[in-house]
C-alpha cells in the first residue's frame, strides 16, 4: 500500500469515526432535552458551534476523499434526479453555515414549502430543462459535492441573496450567482488554487473563512468528469459560477462504438 493509500485509509477510518461519535452526541444533548436536561442559552451556543463545526470537518474529510476517488479514476455512476443531489447538497451547505434553519428544513417536506423557506432566507431556486424530471446518468457524489461546494461558497460570500439555477437538455448546466462583493479582476486565477484564499475586500466581507479548499474540489470534480466551470465576476457586483457537467452516459455510448 502506498503513502497516499495509507493517508487515505487513516481518513476513512480513524478520522472518521470519532468525528461522526462527536457529530452525533452533540446533536443528541441538543435535541433531547427532556433526557439530558434543559441547556441554558450558553451552553447550547457552545453546542452549537461544536456541531457547525464538526459538520465542516465532516465535509472537508468527505471532500477529500472524493478527490482522492477521482484522481484514481473511480466512479459509481447511475440514474439519478437532479433535483435530489440538489435538496441533499443545499442541506449540507446549510447545516454548516445555518444550523438553525438547516433544523427547520430537515423537518419540511421537499417541495413548495421546502423552496418558499428557502426564499424567505435569501436563497432563490430555479429548475427548467429535462433534468428537472428526467434522471441523470453520472457520478451522484460528485455532482453533489460540486453542488454543495459552490452554493456553500456563495452563502459565504453573499450580502443577502444567492440564486441557484439548473438547465440543460444535454449536457447539465448549473448556475450559483451570489450578491456579494464579488472578486477583483487579478484575483479570479487564485479561485481554483488548492489551499488559495481572496484577498481584498472579498476576504473582509466573508461571513466566515475558509479552508480554500472548496473551490479547488469543485475544479478537479468537474475536469474529472469532462466538464467544465467559468466564473463571471466585478469586485462590487457579486459572482455567478457557471458549471457544464456531461452526462457520463453519453461518454459510455461512445467508448461501447469504438
Known amino acids: ?50 456541531l457547525r463545526n464538526t459538520n465542516k470537518a465532516q465535509a472537508l474529510l468527505a471532500e477529500m476523499v472524493e478527490i482522492y476517488r477521482s484522481e484514481e479514476g473511480l466512479f459509481h455512476c447511475s440514474n439519478f434526479l437532479i433535483t435530489d443531489a440538489l435538496n441533499d ?7 454548516v453555515l445555518n444550523p438553525t434553519l438547516s433544523a427547520k428544513l430537515a423537518f419540511i417536506k421537499k417541495d413548495d414549502s421546502f423552496y418558499r423557506t428557502l426564499r424567505e432566507n435569501g436563497i432563490s431556486v430555479e ?8 434522471p441523470f446518468y453520472s457520478d451522484q457524489k460528485k455532482v453533489q459535492q460540486v453542488l454543495r461546494n ?10 443577502e441573496r444567492v440564486t441557484i439555477s439548473i438547465t440543460g437538455d444535454s449536457d447539465l448546466i448549473i448556475h450559483v ?3 456579494g462583493p464579488g472578486i477583483p479582476e487579478e484575483e479570479i486565477k ?7 484564499t481572496l484577498k481584498g475586500k472579498a476576504k473582509e466581507e466573508t461571513k466566515m473563512p ?4 472548496g473551490m479547488s474540489c469543485v475544479k478537479i470534480l468537474i475536469d474529472v468528469m469532462g466538464g467544465e466551470i467559468n466564473v463571471e465576476s466585478k469586485e462590487g457586483g457579486g459572482t455567478c459560477f457557471i458549471v457544464r457537467v ?6 459510455s455510448e461512445k467508448e461501447a462504438l469504438q
Request: hydrophobic content about 35%; charged content about 25%; glycine content about 6%.
Open 1 to 50: 500500500m502506498s503513502k497516499k493509500d495509507h493517508f487515505i485509509d487513516l481518513l476513512v477510518h480513524d478520522l472518521a469515526g470519532p468525528i461522526s461519535i462527536i457529530s452525533t452526541s452533540t446533536n443528541s444533548l441538543l435535541v433531547k432535552e427532556q433526557k439530558y436536561g434543559p441547556l441554558t442559552s450558553r451552553q447550547r451556543q457552545t453546542l452549537e458551534r461544536i
Open 89 to 95: 447538497a443545499i442541506l449540507d451547505a446549510v447545516d
Open 177 to 179: 450567482r451570489d450578491d
Open 210 to 213: 475558509g479552508f480554500g479548499f
Open 190 to 196: 487564485n479561485i481554483f488554487i488548492r489551499f488559495g
Open 246 to 251: 456531461p452526462s457520463l452516459h453519453l461518454f
Open 150 to 159: 459552490l452554493i456553500s461558497n456563495a452563502l459565504k460570500y453573499r450580502k
Open 127 to 134: 429548475c427548467t430543462g429535462k433534468y428537472c424530471q428526467d
